[in-house]
């Protein structure tokens, strides 16, 4: 039996959002097309999109790809002093308006949530064992409750998942961190983006033990892969996430460590039918976008295949 998924990536590997200068002078049109031609069915959302839905569609369409999702920066981890649950919420669905709608007109199912509140992910100077954590039960409790109204909010009006993106240097980052969301969140309001790099860097050493564990929340997946030894340099000499990056942490499938063939047998074995998106931060100068991107579809296409 085919095995129902997609496969898709993100404009990182062309061009960088957080560090301008790494594909800055590459033209959206360009990462369209060579993405189309390797064979990827759609991308992501990065900074050089279009920013309204009928005028992103009309780009997409113009190579016949799809719009996978988006990046959303939500800001749910910290309230202002003397700001109820209720009040944060409502300022974040105000704040939503226009993403969620571009992200609803082209017909995406699951947006990217990336909390960054407190978040050091941009901070080059700024190790990731900096970033932000939650004191007490009472504020990841109070952040779960948030969580819940904003995921139950995005179904309700767009039609759209809430895919909590687990990322280094921000509030949920390891395993544990995972666990604790996922267990103190309701599964039909917050669901979970698994993201194999961040996962490996994170601590979990093999990815797969974790995603079984929080199978049934996946909606989404980035298939990003990693270098050890970098990361090993990377926890001994305190860097921050973009110097990592900048330094090659991160790869795409296929050019690192982690197992692909487990990691898709086990998302085939529980009937997952999203999207597999390609997406490794690296520098294009160093690590050629046509070249890579095409190494990584090649090898979740072979494996997809395999298994179907």
């Known amino acids: 039996m085919t095995w129902n998924v997609n496969i898709g990536i993100n404009p990182i590997s062309w061009f960088n959002d957080d560090m301008p200068a790494l594909g800055g002078e590459t033209p959206l049109e360009t990462a ?28 997409l369409d113009e190579y016949g790809l799809r719009c996978v999702s988006g990046w959303y920066s939500g800001f749910l981890a910290e309230v202002e002093p003397g700001q109820s649950n209720a009040d944060a919420v409502a300022a974040e669905i105000e704040r939503c308006k226009a993403h969620m709608s571009k992200l609803q007109y082209n017909s995406v199912k699951v947006v990217v949530y990336g909390e960054c509140a407190g978040t050091v992910q941009g901070q080059i100077d700024t190790p990731v064992t ?12 109070g952040y779960a409750e948030r969580l819940n109204a904003f995921g139950e909010h995005l179904l309700k009006t767009y039609g759209i998942k809430l895919a909590y993106h687990h990322h ?19 599964p039909a309001k917050v669901f979970l983006l698994f993201d194999t790099g961040h996962a ?14 929080h199978l ?29 990056v900048l330094n090659g942490i991160f790869t795409v499938p296929g050019d690192g460590s982690i197992d692909y063939r487990a990691v898709l047998s086990t998302l085939k074995n529980a009937g997952y039918e999203g999207w597999l998106v ?31």
């Open 130 to 141: 900096k970033r932000p954590s939650f004191a007490n039960d009472a504020q990841w409790a």
């Open 32 to 59: 369209l097309r060579e993405g189309k031609e390797i064979g990827y069915e759609g991308f992501e959302l990065g900074n050089k999109f279009p920013k309204e839905g009928p005028a992103l569609k009309a780009k």
């Open 168 to 186: 280094m240097g921000a509030y949920v980052e390891s395993p544990a961190d995972i666990d604790k969301l996922m267990d103190l969140t309701d």
């Open 278 to 308: 390609v997406e490794a931060e690296q520098d294009p100068a160093v690590a050629p976008s046509y070249a890579y991107a095409k190494k990584g579809y090649e090898t979740l296409r072979a494996l997809v295949n395999e298994l179907s």
């Open 200 to 213: 490996f860097y994170g601590g979990a050493a093999d990815p797969v033990p974790l995603l079984t564990k």
């Open 216 to 244: 049934k929340r996946v909606v989404h997946v980035h298939c990003k892969d990693v270098r050890v030894p970098v990361i090993a340099q990377a926890r001994n000499d305190q860097w921050s996430f973009l110097n990592g």
